[in-house]
């Protein structure tokens, strides 16, 4: 199912094997909340060489719901992707959409409200599990209860215990050769919590870890305790995701502890507010200067918005407010980022990954304006 192919130091490459084909990690996966990458068609997707994406189960439950997507046989065909999709349970959507939706949160699982039509919903592990099978993703993620950050330790260890105790639930009612199932971890930035919970959830025996709850404002330097303390803590054997991490240096400092996957809106989100990755690191186009530069927008990229457009003309796009502005910047950012993973494990299977991270973050980080 997972099966290393080198390793150096930490850092490793592997494949995970899906019921829609292999995936070589580390790997990046485009966020499809609601069964759609914003603005990027499969087929780009497939040319920029992605494997998988993730989606949200809680949303598409609630819209276009289950019955409009068996009728597809699935969300594979429902949005014409045929290589490995995950969904997620959604406790993010949920958090994110706190102030307005979330009721409650019981050991019975997390209360409420559609922002679509106003309808109350119960998520719980069996009614999440329920809906992943249905939706026939590739890989479920587990029921979690997402702390928000700054919360207080008590409040830290409720949501662990409602965790873990739907950890165990869905576990337990998972039965869909098909499907792999993840846990997730959570414990906030807590130390000793993030310990416990990352060897309780190693112990039930996943298809794999996510560790949760991160890239939720806390400061960097916690974040990476944390991604270590969790790496150090679970089985080897395993594939370790650590969910919401989408920006190159944290993507490669993450690869370097020894995490396997990653998913963020980062990139995407990035690129329709004109923030352009590049290799000398990342530019606003819409600033003046770019206004009269004709050079190509990344000169170390090879995507197609590269070899075609220059800088001078996304500055004209983004500044006209031309929605093609943002479709180009966000096939570029994905593209950027799924190179830069192609590049990381070529460096794994040549032991030298840390000269690449140092090498790559130097020049990205030099070049920051
Ligand atoms: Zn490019």
New binding site residues.
């Given amino acids: 199912m997972f099966t290393i192919k080198a390793e150096d130091n930490k850092a490793r490459t592997a494949v995970l094997n899906t019921a829609h084909g292999k995936v070589e990690t580390p790997n990046f996966k485009a966020v499809a909340t609601k069964g759609a990458v914003k603005l990027i068609t499969p087929e780009d997707l497939k040319e920029m060489g992605a494997q998988e994406i993730i989606s949200n189960a809680f949303i598409l439950f609630l819209r276009p719901g289950l019955e409009v997507i068996e009728a597809h046989h699935g969300l594979h065909k429902f949005m014409n992707w045929d290589r490995t999709i995950f969904t997620d349970c959604g406790g993010f959507q949920v958090h994110s959409l706190e102030h307005d939706f979330h009721l409650n949160t019981t050991d019975k699982g997390i209360q409420f409200r559609s922002p679509f039509d106003g309808i109350k919903h119960l998520l719980t592990p069996k009614k999440l599990i329920e809906i992943q099978e249905r939706i026939t993703s590739d890989v479920a993620m587990a029921l979690d209860h997402m702390p928000l950050y700054g919360c207080t330790k008590k409040e830290a260890i409720i949501s662990l215990k409602h965790t873990h105790k739907w950890m165990e639930e869905c576990k337990k009612l998972h039965n869909n050769p098909k499907q792999l199932l993840f846990g997730i971890a959570q414990g906030s930035v807590y130390p000793d919590l993030r310990k416990k919970s990352v060897r309780y959830i190693d112990s039930l025996d996943f298809d794999g870890i996510a560790f949760g709850g991160l890239a939720i404002g806390e400061p960097k330097d916690k974040m990476y305790d944390m991604i270590n303390i969790s790496v150090n803590n679970c089985k080897k054997e395993k594939p370790r995701y650590v969910m919401g991490i989408g920006s190159p240096e944290d993507i490669l400092k993450c690869i370097g502890l020894g995490v396997d996957t990653f998913d963020s809106v980062f990139p995407t989100r990035n690129a329709r507010h004109g923030n352009i990755f590049t290799h000398n690191g990342p530019v606003n186009i819409e600033n003046s200067p770019y206004k009269k530069d004709y050079s190509k927008?990344?000169q170390d990229?090879n995507?197609k918005?590269?070899k075609k457009f220059t800088k001078s003309y996304m500055h004209h796009l983004f500044r006209t407010r031309e929605p093609l502005g943002l479709r180009l910047a966000s096939y570029?950012n994905l593209?950027?980022i799924q190179d830069m993973l192609k590049q990381a494990r070529k460096a794994i299977k040549n032991n030298e990954f840390k000269d690449f991270k140092n090498n790559f973050l130097k020049k990205y980080k030099n070049g920051t304006r």
């Fill in positions: 927008l990344d990229c995507c918005v590269c570029h593209f950027f």
